[in-house]
Antibody, heavy 123, light 107 residues
Framework: QLQLQESGPGLVKPSETLSLTCTVSGGFISTSDSFWGWLRQSPGKGLEWIANTYYSGSSYYNPSLRSRITVSVDTSRNQFSLILHSVTAADTAQYYC???????????????WGQGILVTVSS | DIQMTQFPSSVSASVGDRVTITCRASQGISSRLAWYQHKTGKAPKLLIYGASSLQSGVPLRFSGSGSATDFTLTINNVQPEDSATYFCQQANSFPLTFGGGTNVEVK
């Protein structure tokens, strides 16, 4: 059974950089039918998709965040990562990593999720 | 971006009731819709994909229907363990977008 686990700091100062890692277990990140996604939910708001990335490095991004995002994959560690630059209080959210089932389309749904990690942006 | 409007925002039901949640897309998305269940502190769980296909392991009391712009998630014979937030997601085009969520309370 595929499991995903987010890790990273719970507190980041404004204008600094947020770095999160997702560790995948129970399966390989370098599979042809998977993209690996980052999503977030700010307090009182709905879910927001951030980006999807393939093990080769090919990625799709939410245009609203594209200029501040870097995503990467480390196949040797079975991990993928998110870097969000120049954070503000508006980036305070529960961040999730998830597997996107792309066996039929690169635009798809998420069939395995991590439990999420709360990141607060505050000085 | 495709906007997903979900309603109601909350619903209270008794055990054994039928619960219906609606998701409306701002433009046609064919059958490219998923439904999720999310309990606080846990990982969200995929229930329905392709508008009406039941994800493996999901109880048969959950069902999905609809196409184009209007979609429905139905929970028949709702159980106490179904208390959760439910949300929809369109998978027709990037950026992927989600409905605002429906909080279901089962008394």
């Amino acid at each position: 059974q595929l499991q995903l686990q987010e890790s990273g700091p719970g507190l980041v100062k404004p204008s600094e950089t947020l770095s999160l890692t997702c560790t995948v277990s129970g399966g390989f990140i370098s599979t042809s039918d998977s993209f690996w996604g980052w999503l977030r939910q700010s307090p009182g708001k709905g879910l927001e998709w951030i980006a999807n990335t393939y093990y080769s490095g090919s990625s799709y991004y939410n245009p609203s965040l594209r200029s501040r995002i870097t995503v990467s994959v480390d196949t040797s560690r079975n991990q993928f990562s998110l870097i969000l630059h120049s954070v503000t209080a508006a980036d305070t959210a529960q961040y999730y990593c998830a597997r996107c089932d792309t066996s039929h389309s690169e635009i798809s749904w998420f069939d395995s999720w991590g439990q999420g990690i709360l990141v607060t942006v505050s000085s | 971006d495709i906007q997903m409007t979900q309603f109601p925002s909350s619903v209270s039901a008794s055990v054994g009731d039928r619960v219906t949640i609606t998701c409306r897309a701002s433009q046609g998305i064919s059958s490219r819709l998923a439904w999720y269940q999310h309990k606080t502190g846990k990982a969200p769980k995929l229930l329905i994909y392709g508008a009406s296909s039941l994800q493996s392991g999901v109880p048969l009391r959950f069902s999905g229907s609809g196409s184009a712009t209007d979609f429905t998630l139905t929970i028949n014979n709702v159980q106490p363990e179904d208390s959760a937030t439910y949300f929809c997601q369109q998978a027709n085009s990037f950026p992927l977008t989600f409905g605002g969520g429906t909080n279901v309370e089962v008394k």
